[in-house]
């Protein structure tokens, strides 16, 4: 069965490296702990990269909505191409460490689409 994908919109400026996604290196024990434990190495692997832009990934802090500590992530940014405005897209898959990825797309791994609009 074809891998299904996750699909994100996100704005940017031109001529701006800007961060368009991030996934934290975690997980939470049990639903009654608010503290989230760092996990696994968050591994991302560009598939299909965009034509009108670069995009790299690099560790930084993040805060995810169900955990009160702030967690080590993988952020994943996008700068256009020069003078560069309108629509670009690229795909990238999302795995963690020792884990293969899976084809639930609201999962926290698997493939994901990032469509960008560059403004002005």
Same mark, same amino acid.
């Given at each position: 069965?074809?891998?299904?994908?996750?699909?994100?919109?996100? &704005?940017?400026? @031109? =001529?701006?490296?800007?961060?368009?996604?991030?996934?934290?290196?975690?997980? /939470? #024990?049990? !639903?009654?702990?608010?503290?989230?434990?760092?996990?696994?190495?968050?591994?991302?692997?560009?598939?299909?990269?965009?034509?009108?832009?670069?995009?790299?990934?690099?560790?930084?802090? &993040?805060?995810? @909505? =169900?955990?009160?500590?702030?967690?080590?992530?993988?952020?994943?940014?996008? /700068? #256009?191409? !020069?003078?560069?405005?309108?629509?670009?897209?690229?795909?990238?898959?999302?795995?963690?460490?020792?884990?293969?990825?899976?084809?639930?797309?609201?999962?926290?791994?698997?493939?994901?689409?990032?469509?960008?609009?560059?403004?002005?």
């Amino acid at each position: 069965m074809a891998q299904s994908d996750q699909t994100l919109k996100r &704005t940017v400026k @031109k =001529d701006t490296e800007t961060m368009v996604n991030v996934h934290a290196n975690s997980f /939470k #024990p049990r !639903p009654s702990m608010l503290n989230c434990e760092q996990g696994g190495t968050v591994v991302i692997e560009i598939t299909s990269p965009p034509k009108n832009g670069t995009v790299t990934t690099r560790p930084t802090k &993040t805060k995810d @909505k =169900d955990c009160s500590n702030e967690l080590m992530g993988t952020g994943i940014y996008y /700068k #256009p191409k !020069p003078g560069f405005t309108g629509s670009d897209t690229f795909t990238y898959v999302r795995t963690e460490e020792n884990m293969r990825a899976v084809s639930k797309a609201g999962g926290p791994q698997g493939s994901r689409v990032i469509n960008i609009t560059v403004q002005p």
